[in-house]
Structure formats: structure tokens, C-alpha cells
């Protein structure tokens, strides 16, 4: 008896692990669940024509299937019933959402006749990894999205793929397109979060919105010549170090927060030859970022395009074409140093300069008018302590209108040196001398000075000094005239006078 029931036990489970795979072939399209005989099987292998019906009654009542081999299948069109809430289904297609969600860890394609992927066909489920055979030729919008275990993606460029394709497939480390590859869909790649590295992007001429949103493990990425086009967010939050578009001298657009929010860039390069347009954000709360070199044919900085990028600046010559400086364009830049402005600026949006707490000089010496302020442009910045270098056309206006005026406004003057700058017959000191504000501010060259007599036009005494410096500040505020002689003797006992103006 017990030899019996030990026989019996075996049997039955030689049984089971045959149900594991099944192979059928088919006569008929619509006739896979007559066919099947074991709707528990984890493997199984299709020969035959079959078409929307039969995948859909796989994915709907073969709960448990990994594996799904259709090499020896042709997948005709379907016209019936309402299926999933169509009548017709195209030949060659694997329908829209048909096994989304399901436990598929493998799938080979058809190898007859041209073959599509429909929207989200795949997505959410078990891959681990994807062969394109030679005759696919679309992949639906989100087909693979959120395939947590797909690892590596070769992607021919002969495929017409959608967006967000392989959007949120998190365990996705690798992905080699073809060299000849020319587009990134539309967030083909959003939120893979462990993306280190993408191959064959050297003849890329678009790159689409979000395409790389989202992949902070993405730390480098070639731009090559080609590159006409990058899509809003197409970066955002990745992990790129370094965006040199060097190469990209037909560069014509960067979307709106492009590389905002990339926390670990340190770089941004852009080719002088492109005219770009660079949109809103593109830098934004990019923290490291510490060096930058905008295209020279810029001619506006967007709204919000270096917010945060706190390390950017030091000494910044803006593109000589710009003629306007976006609303919070350059917020909390805090080691922007000196500003010079360019004499195609015209307008300086909302908080633009705000909290740009190391600003000390802006050379506006180039503008022959006042640039228009929005509000708050220079809120967090103690403009006492900015010098702002303007030249005598404009002086004066920067002294008389909201917002300039309170900067220690330095007017270059015709008249800084009436006096020759070298010595006369071996005794002549040089002295030089500028206004900033009220401060007259007088220099010596070549030796210290020992005492500085100031006068009015009228010969008046308006401030006396005896000094060992070779630079000093007197303030001329308490006097009524705007014309000094200053005369001065050094320590090397050569003397000279200085005829200078405040403007």
C-alpha cells in the first residue's frame, strides 16, 4: 500500500511540473483558450495566427504566466465584438494595456510581418530584460513604463518609440541607443531612478521634455554637434555634474527648467555661435553650480534662470546683446562679486538681483539710459555699499530714480585729471583723483602723501590733511560747490594740483 500511494504522490507531481510550460499551435485566430489546456502554466510557447482576442484572454486568464514566446505566431487584425471597448484591433499589434500589470518576466516578439506595441502594453510587469526584434516598429506611449526589473535597454533607431516609453522603470542602470539615433521622446526616461549611463546620444538633435527628469544617478551625458533641441525638464533633477553644449553651435532652444534642481552640477558651457533662446528655470536651485558660460548671441536672461545657483558668478560680464534680466533671474546668487551691464539692457524684472549679498560694483558705464526696475529688484543687497560706476550721461538720471539712487554712485568724468599723469621736469607728483557719491577719493603714485590742501573755485579752503597715506576719502558732502583744486605734496617733496568735478 504504501509503494502505491509513494507512486501515486509522484505521478501527480510529475504532472505538475509538466503544467509549468505549455506549447500549443493554433489554426485559427480567436481559438488560443480551446487550445490551451492548462491555465495555470507559468511558460508558454504560441505557434499559429492568433489576434487581440486570444492575447487578451492570455493576459486575462493565465494568472500565473512568466514567460511568453510568440517567435512562431502572426498576429492577424480582429473586427468583432467590443473588446476592451473596441471593435477592431490592427494585424501585427500587441494591444493597449493587454498585459500591464501581469507577471510576465520574459516575451519574444513575433518574427513575421511588422509588429507595433500599443500604449502601456507592458507596463508595471515583471521584464527583466527586452529584445526588439529587426521588424518592430512602434512602441506605444508608457508600453514599458514602471518595469521595476529591466535592468539594460538596447533601443534600435529604426523603432518609433513613445512617450515615457520606459518612464519609472527604476532598476534601469543602462541604455545604448543606436548612433544614428536623432530624438529622446518625451519623458522616455523620467524617474529611472538608477540610470548611470546612456550610450550613443552623439547625434541626438532633440532631446524631449522630461526625457531624464528625475535620474539622479545620471552623472554624465554627451551633447554633440548635432543637438538643435532640449525640452523643458528634459534634466530636471538629474545628476549631471557637468552640461557642456560646447559642440552645439546650431543650439536653438533649452526648455523651460531644463537642468533646475540638478543639486550636483558644477558646470554649464554653451557654444558662442548658437542663438538660443534659454527659457525659464533652467538653472534653477542648481546650488553647485560654479561656473557658467553663457552664449554670447543671448539676448535675454529668463525668469528664474540662475535662482539658487548660489555658487555661481564672482566677476559676471553679462552677453553683450542682453537687453533684459528676467524676474528672479540671478536670487540668491550669493557670490555674485561684480556686475557689468551691457549697453543693450533695458529692463531688470521683479526681484531679479535679490539676496545677491557679495554684490560690491556694477559697471553701467556702457548704458546711455537707466534700465526700468521691477519691484524689489535689489531686495537682501545694502546698496550703500555697492558701488555702481556710471558715466556722465547717465549719472545723474541713476542719482534721480527710484532704486539706482541709493547705490554709491561713482560717474566717470572728462575732467577726473586735468593735471598730466607724469612728472614735469622731475618734480611734479602724480595724483589721481574720483568722486563716488560725496567721497572724493585721491590717490597717490609712486610715494605717500605728507599733506593735501582742497579749495573751492573761489580759492576757499574746504579740507586740509596731513597723511602718510597713498589713499585717502574726504567727504565733500557739507560743501555747496562741485568743482575742487586739490593740491598736494608728497613724501618724496614733489607736488601737484588735480581740477576735478562732482557730478
Known amino acids: 500500500m504504501s509503494i502505491l500511494r509513494i507512486t501515486a504522490a509522484a505521478m501527480a507531481l510529475a504532472g505538475t511540473l ?13 481559438t488560443l483558450s480551446g487550445a490551451v489546456t492548462d491555465v495555470t502554466a507559468t511558460d508558454l510557447t504560441i505557434s499559429g495566427p492568433i489576434d487581440a482576442a486570444d492575447l487578451f484572454w492570455a493576459a486575462d486568464n493565465m494568472m500565473s504566466l512568466k514567460t511568453l514566446n510568440l517567435s512562431g505566431a502572426t498576429i492577424e487584425a480582429y473586427d468583432g465584438d467590443v473588446l476592451k471597448g473596441r471593435m477592431t484591433y490592427p494585424a501585427g499589434a500587441i494591444p493597449e494595456m493587454s498585459f500591464a500589470g501581469s507577471s510576465l518576466t520574459s516575451i519574444v516578439f513575433p518574427t513575421a510581418g511588422n509588429i507595433t506595441i500599443g500604449e502601456g502594453a507592458f507596463a508595471n510587469t515583471a521584464l527583466t530584460s527586452i529584445s526588439f526584434p529587426a521588424n518592430l516598429t512602434v512602441i506605444g506611449d508608457g508600453a514599458f513604463s514602471a518595469c521595476a526589473g529591466l535592468k539594460t535597454l538596447t533601443l534600435p533607431a529604426s523603432i518609433k518609440t513613445g512617450s515615457h516609453a520606459f518612464a519609472s522603470c527604476t532598476g534601469l542602470t543602462d541604455v545604448t541607443l543606436d548612433a544614428t539615433t536623432t530624438a529622446v521622446p518625451d519623458g522616455l526616461f523620467k524617474d529611472c531612478k538608477a540610470l548611470k549611463e546612456v550610450k550613443g546620444t552623439e547625434s541626438l538633435v532633440t532631446i524631449g521634455e522630461d526625457a531624464f527628469n ?23 533633477g538629474s545628476g549631471l555634474t557637468d552640461a557642456n553644449l560646447a559642440a552645439a553651435n546650431g543650439l536653438k532652444s533649452v526648455g523651460n527648467w531644463a537642468f533646475a534642481h540638478c543639486d550636483a552640477l558644477e558646470s554649464a558651457q554653451f557654444s558662442d555661435k548658437a542663438d538660443v533662446t534659454i527659457g525659464k528655470g533652467v538653472f534653477f536651485d542648481c546650488f553647485s553650480l560654479t561656473q557658467i558660460k553663457l552664449p554670447a548671441q543671448l539676448r535675454t536672461i529668463s525668469a528664474y534662470m540662475l535662482k539658487g545657483a548660489e555658487s555661481a558668478g564672482g566677476h559676471e560680464e553679462l552677453p553683450a546683446q542682453i537687453d533684459s534680466i528676467g524676474a528672479y533671474a540671478l536670487k540668491n546668487n550669493e557670490s555674485l562679486i561684480a556686475l557689468v551691464l551691457p549697453s543693450t539692457l533695458t529692463y531688470i524684472g521683479d526681484g531679479a538681483m535679490e539676496n545677491t549679498t557679495g554684490l560690491t560694483s556694477i559697471n553701467a558705464t556702457a548704458l546711455d539710459q537707466v534700465p526700468m526696475l521691477g519691484e524689489n529688484v535689489w531686495s537682501g543687497i545694502d546698496q550703500q555699499k555697492v558701488v555702481l560706476k556710471a558715466n556722465e550721461n547717465t549719472g545723474e538720471a541713476f542719482k534721480a530714480t527710484p532704486q539706482w539712487q541709493d547705490f554709491k554712485i561713482d560717474i566717470e568724468t572728462g575732467v577726473d585729471d586735468i593735471i598730466a599723469d607724469s612728472p614735469v621736469d622731475g618734480n611734479k607728483a602724480i595724483i589721481r583723483g574720483r568722486f563716488i557719491g560725496n567721497d572724493l577719493v585721491l590717490q597717490a603714485v609712486g610715494s605717500p602723501f605728507s599733506n593735501i590742501r582742497v579749495y573751492d573755485v573761489a580759492g576757499r579752503l574746504v579740507a586740509a590733511l596731513d597723511t602718510d597715506e597713498s589713499e585717502v576719502v574726504l567727504d565733500t558732502s557739507g560743501t555747496d560747490t562741485n568743482i575742487f583744486i586739490v593740491a598736494a605734496v608728497l613724501a618724496d617733496n614733489t607736488t601737484g594740483t588735480l581740477k576735478i568735478a562732482r557730478r
Open 214 to 236: 528625475g535620474c539622479p544617478a545620471l552623472k554624465a551625458f554627451t551633447f554633440g554637434s548635432a543637438l538643435r533641441q532640449i525640452g523643458p525638464d528634459a534634466f530636471s
Open 18 to 30: 509538466a503544467a509549468g510550460a505549455e506549447t500549443v499551435t493554433v489554426t485559427a485566430a480567436g
